[in-house]
């Protein structure tokens, strides 16, 4: 079980090494902004390394909606985020589940992640694996609750599609742990990712506000017991930087009894 963080874009493996990381997620670009990434300097680097990469989709990427403004240019950025990710050798490309607006059928939405799947079909499919990530908030989100997410993975039958199991993201949505990782594979089959991250807010609060794997409002215990029934590669999206997602993998490693 290869354990890392997610970390600064700049020198993604000086990252790694201060942490004593195995895997590092990152941005390729602006979370929150529409422009394209741009090939990386370091790329030859990053493809040599014995880190595992993994790139996080922009923030603002939302293929459910049935806004056009946003769904359209939505799908062209998760695919030239996909072939940038390519470039450098990453093993998944991380996306939120999005949501439609408050009104509108959701049922649009699934459809929406069908045809962006079938929008990238038709210039060779993803060139890397995608990971839907489940989401903390919204009522109309295609990946907060479990229900929804089978919806979605009906929609997406025909294409292959990965899953990112984020621990506060399901808490704070509302669906209990104990268990969850056998109710998660019963739908997608598949966990291919952890985001291993205690909660500031409580149960189905909707709050997306990680907090240290031994702070928050989860017991520790329960979370190593998710990450170990995942087995799946960990990545901490935890505060405290070098210091605190450095203990946090240590606890990790520690817990799950695997060397650094």
């Known amino acids: 079980m290869r354990i890392g963080a997610h970390v600064d874009q700049a020198d993604p493996l000086a990252e790694a090494d201060a942490r004593s990381a195995e895997a590092v997620q990152f941005f390729l670009s602006d979370p ?3 422009k394209a990434p741009k090939p990386r300097a370091d790329a030859d680097r990053l493809r040599a390394a014995e880190v595992d990469l993994y790139v996080h989709a922009p923030y603002v990427i939302n293929v459910a909606t049935l806004n056009n403004r946003i769904r359209i240019p939505s799908r062209k950025l998760l695919l030239g985020h996909a072939h940038a990710a390519a470039e450098i050798g990453a093993k998944g490309l991380i996306v939120h589940g999005g949501h439609v607006n ?4 959701l049922s649009v939405g699934f459809d929406n992640w069908r045809k962006t799947f ?3 079909a038709e210039s060779g499919g993803f060139p890397l694996p995608i990971l ?6 919204g009522d109309n989100a295609c990946a907060r609750r479990l229900d ?3 919806r979605l993975w ?7 599609v990965g899953f990112c199991l984020d621990t506060c993201h399901a808490y704070a949505g509302g669906e209990e742990l104990l268990d969850l990782v056998d109710r998660v594979k019963a739908i997608t089959g598949r966990i291919d990712l952890v985001h291993a991250n205690n909660s500031k807010g409580g149960f189905n609060s909707g709050q997306d506000r990680h907090d240290n ?10 979370l190593v017991a998710v990450i170990r029934a995942a087995g799946a590669p960990v990545i901490v999206e935890t505060p405290g930087g070098v210091a605190g997602q450095g203990a946090d993998i240590a606890f990790l490693r520690e817990q799950l009894g695997t060397g650094a």
């Open 154 to 160: 009906d929609a997406l039958s025909d294409h292959e």
């Open 213 to 222: 794997l031994d702070g928050g409002t989860i017991d520790p215990e329960l």
């Open 132 to 137: 839907i990530e489940n989401t903390a908030g």
């Open 118 to 120: 079938a929008y990238a």
């Open 32 to 34: 929150q902004g529409w």
């Open 148 to 150: 929804a997410l089978a």
């Open 102 to 105: 408050a009104g509108d059928d």
